[in-house]
């Protein structure tokens, strides 16, 4: 057989292969070239679930006849004025996406630059340009998608489904950039230069309002990264990673350091189950990462990606160790001030007018106002509080309700404690933090593994170590544990195993300190004072103060909330007393 140099129809095919897998693929190429564009302003049309046509109209910067004629041509691109690959600040960048889809299917552009006399019409079947009374942006229809390639067309899915991946697709986008504004099939708005509050509430649903945390961290070690956006109190989660919106320099992205950081974060209040909710932009310089690893470009390669990891893990814990406090600011409606009778948390004035192609909302954020010094003080029959215990977030001890509830005052505030979760969360801090009781074994229990399998292993053996696993090389093709956690006893050939896979491809594990946190947790439920039991002042203050000095106090173990907080003001509207 011969050597023959592939005709372009064929290798834009085999391209298209990659780029455009299903029709959500085609609205996120063709919206990202809309962002390039400068558009603030965007259309969304699918039918069928793209199978019949997607046609995407934006009001950006229009092309050129020259400009048109070139676009669909393959690798020709306006986003790399010079060849360096590391400072890409468009979305798009490899010039496939346009010649890939022309490709599989019946294309037309309509683009008016407003410099040319007029707008222009380019039907890519029949490579023909023609004069176009089209005035403003770009309208790009795609229509018959695959129908050149039937094989394509019938790994595509319901409909309905393709219709669920388009709006993934665009919810990601418009998460990318609030100061746009995104219609998809008339149906879905996210208004342009909307409130990120009201952005996030629009694309994740209503019940986040005022349950968002605010992340805003430079990495200290260097100014090479930094963190903004938002994440979920842990009583608010998923079933699936829905909600969890990662960017990096801009980009969406689902990239598995920065979901295994994310749970890992969470790991202490969360089931490995449920998700949490996130909208995260990591901002790190370019030189120290890949975003030009696949053409969906939903992957990126970090250049340390341990170093990233550890850096997110401790930003995001660091904000939950928080909630506590947060809490007190968050709950009800406090104060008498419209501005802060719905939460409220960013400040959009503050936000940055948009001034490149692509960028990751520095978000003020803007906390409900803490209590009022000035407010009446209310009184429940208990004797007057002094100074320090208005301070006390969780105020004093009124009393026990149904054996399950302590009732105490904190300034104007009633708050109901959960004695069994707080209990529960006090006694696993305090397992937590003090160190493992460690076991050795007389004789080392042998695991044999793959060489690459021992290698990844010991490549985390320290921070094993750090939960009370002490293994070490026995061989090459096997690892000896010669110290355990004492009374723990698991299935430790599955456990390595696991733990070697999840190295091998995400350079790090979980596994262990997973396990190990489950463990705490039992143990912590069955130490822990039960509902039903009758609790006396002293007990009850004792909980109190002590689930005040716990990190992570709002939350069992289990993710429950371990107490609720009731403005009086919230009281006195019950008895229509405002
Ligand atoms: P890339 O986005 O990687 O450059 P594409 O094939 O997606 O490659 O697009 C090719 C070129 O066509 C872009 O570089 C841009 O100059 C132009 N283009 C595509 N879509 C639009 C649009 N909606 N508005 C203006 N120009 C566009
Ligand atoms: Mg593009």
Redesign the pocket.
């Known amino acids: 057989m011969s050597v023959r140099v592939l005709p372009d129809s064929l290798i834009n095919q085999i391209a298209a292969g990659e780029v455009v897998e299903r029709p959500a693929s085609v609205v996120k ?1 063709l919206v990202e ?2 962002l ?2 400068g558009a603030d302003q965007i259309f969304i049309d699918v039918i069928d679930g793209g199978r019949t046509l997607i046609s995407v109209i ?1 009001n ?4 050129s006849r020259e ?1 048109l004629q070139k ?1 669909v041509m393959r690798h ?4 790399l004025p010079d060849d360096d690959l590391l400072n890409i600040n468009f979305m ?8 890939s889809i022309a490709s599989v299917s019946d294309m037309t552009i309509d ?1 008016c630059n407003g410099a040319d006399e007029n707008g222009w019409c380019l039907d890519c079947n029949i490579n023909e340009i023609k004069p176009s009374d089209w005035e403003i942006g ?1 309208r ?1 229809r795609v229509k018959n998608l695959f129908s050149k390639t039937p094989a394509r067309l019938k790994f595509l899915r319901a409909d309905k489904a393709e219709m669920m991946s388009v709006l993934d697709v665009v919810k990601r986008l418009a998460m990318a950039r609030a100061d746009v504004g995104f219609t998809l099939n008339n149906k879905w708005r996210f208004p342009k230069n909307q409130d990120m509050s009201q952005r996030i509430a629009d694309v994740m649903g209503n019940d986040v309002q005022g349950r968002m945390l605010q992340i805003n961290v430079g990495s200290a070690s260097d100014s090479s990264m930094r963190l903004t956006g938002f994440i979920s109190e842990p009583t608010l989660r998923r079933a699936s990673s829905v909600d969890q919106y990662l960017f990096v320099n801009g980009r969406p992205v689902k990239d598995k350091v920065l979901v295994g950081a994310l749970r890992a974060a969470y790991m202490d209040v969360m089931h490995a189950r449920e998700f949490p909710l996130c909208a995260l932009y990591l901002t790190i310089n370019p030189r120290y990462v890949d975003v030009n690893v696949s053409p969906a470009k939903t992957e990126v390669h970090f250049l340390e990606p341990s170093h990233v990891r550890a850096f997110i893990i401790k930003a995001l814990r660091d904000a939950l160790a928080k909630t506590l406090n947060h809490n007190i600011h968050f709950s009800g409606s406090v104060g008498t001030e419209k501005t802060i009778s719905k939460p409220v948390y960013f400040n959009a004035e503050n936000r940055p007018k948009v001034s490149s192609p692509h960028y990751a909302p520095d978000i003020a954020f803007m906390f409900k106002a803490p209590v009022s010094e000035n407010k009446q003080s209310y009184e429940v029959n208990t004797p007057e509080q002094t100074p320090e215990e208005i301070n006390l977030p969780l105020g004093r001890v009124i009393g026990q309700v149904a054996n399950k509830y302590i009732l105490a005052q904190s300034g104007d505030n009633l708050v109901i404690v959960d004695q069994h979760a707080a209990h529960e969360r006090i006694t696993y801090e305090h397992l937590r933090n003090h160190t493992i009781k460690v076991q050795p074994l007389l004789t080392p229990i042998v695991i044999n593994m793959r060489a690459e399998d021992v290698e990844a292993v010991l490549s985390i053996s320290d921070e094993m170590k750090n939960s009370g696993l002490h293994i070490d090389a026995f061989g090459d093709d096997a690892v000896a544990i010669f110290e355990k956690p004492a009374d723990w006893d698991l299935n430790w050939a599955e456990l390595l195993h696991a733990v070697a896979d999840e190295v091998r491809e995400y350079g790090h594990s979980s596994q262990l300190a997973e396990k190990l946190h489950l463990k705490l947790a039992n143990y912590a439920c069955h130490h822990s004072v039960r509902a039903g039991q009758k609790l006396d002042f002293n007990q009850m203050d004792t909980l109190l103060r002590d689930i005040e000095k716990t990190t992570r106090g709002g939350e069992c173990n289990h993710g429950r909330p371990v107490y609720k907080i009731i403005p009086i003001t919230e009281i006195d509207g019950w008895f229509e007393r405002i």
């Open positions: 190429e070239n809309a390039d564009a934006d950006g910067a229009g092309m400009d676009s020709a691109t306006s986003k798009g960048f490899r010039g496939e996406a346009l010649p683009t770009t790009i």
